[in-house]
Each structure stands twice: as structure tokens, then as C-alpha cells.
């Protein structure tokens, strides 16, 4: 059953977010010779990256824009990490939903190894919700991530074989494991 979240979502976001294509008609032309007029005409694609125009709406108040740093270091895994969540971002661009959330699972990886994300969360589920201190409710949240977005890559019969994911879906994967992996900054 889908959240009532991902409903709303999948009803007011268009079905991917791309580049803004504008089309100039350009004619020159020149007064002082008025016998070759129009002089030139021409075409011009602009092309406005999503990147850019989405930033422009935040200022308009006409919508929200996040985007996350995630510093490249010479952890190797953490630098793979980022690499997935580039690739996934051009996946949500092309389309490719399901394809980004099966790579915003990969990033997560170096954040699970990173923070022992299992072992903790096998801790945390023995204590009642409330009673978590903060690193169980991150651990659970980690893991919970990871196994929501393992339905991604996997088709297994009568459960993830039936997963469908929307654009809202790709975004929030991709955010969170984002997020998640910069958050690993500070760690040696």
C-alpha cells in the first residue's frame, strides 16, 4: 500500500523534470539598407539545465529546490557512493526511476558500513520506538531506507516483482541516500 505522500506526489509532479528548451526567432535587419531587408534570419536553441531553472523557481516562491553536497574524499567507497548518486540524478532526468532508486541503494553501502547501520539497527529493534537513543533511530532509518529501496533491484515473486516507482519515488531515494552519504563527512 503506498503512502498518502507518494499519492499526492505522484499526482501534482509532471512525469520528469527537464531541461527548459526556449526557441528564438531571430530576424536582423538594418535601416540603412532597406533593399536587402530582412537581412538575416535565424534560429537559436537556449537551453536552461534543470539544475538552474529549478533554482529560479525557489526565488519566485513557485517551488522548493534541495541540493546536497557530498564532498568526494579517497575513501573509496564513499567516492563510488557519490559517483551512484550522480548517475542517479541523470536517471530521474531520463526517466529512469527505477533505475535511480537501485543506484541511490548502492550509495547507501558506505553509509551502513560507515556507521554499522545492521548491527545497531538488530539492537534497536529489541527497545521500543521511544525508548531509542539517537544513534538506534538513524541505524533504524538507514536500514529501513536500504530495504525500501532493495525492492529497486530486485524482482522477487509476489513482493518487489510488483514495485513501481514513480519520479517522486526516484527523488526521495535519492535525496535521503544523498544526504545520508554527506553526512559521513566528518567521519575518518
Known sequence: MRSSWAARARATSPPKAPDLVLLA????????????????QSQEIIRIPHATWSISLTQLDAGAFVD???????????????????EAKTAIRDGRYEHAVALARAALHPVRGACDTHKVNMEALKKKPADRDQEKRW???IQSAFNLFSGAPHDDAGTTENFTWTRADAVAAVTAAAALLAGLEDLP
Open 25 to 40: 526567432d531571430l530576424t536582423l535587419i538594418t535601416l540603412a539598407d532597406a533593399k536587402n531587408w530582412p537581412v538575416a
Open 68 to 86: 546536497v553536497l557530498i564532498p568526494i574524499t579517497t575513501v573509496e567507497a564513499r567516492a563510488a557512493g557519490a559517483r551512484r548518486i550522480r
Open 139 to 141: 541505524a533504524v532509518f
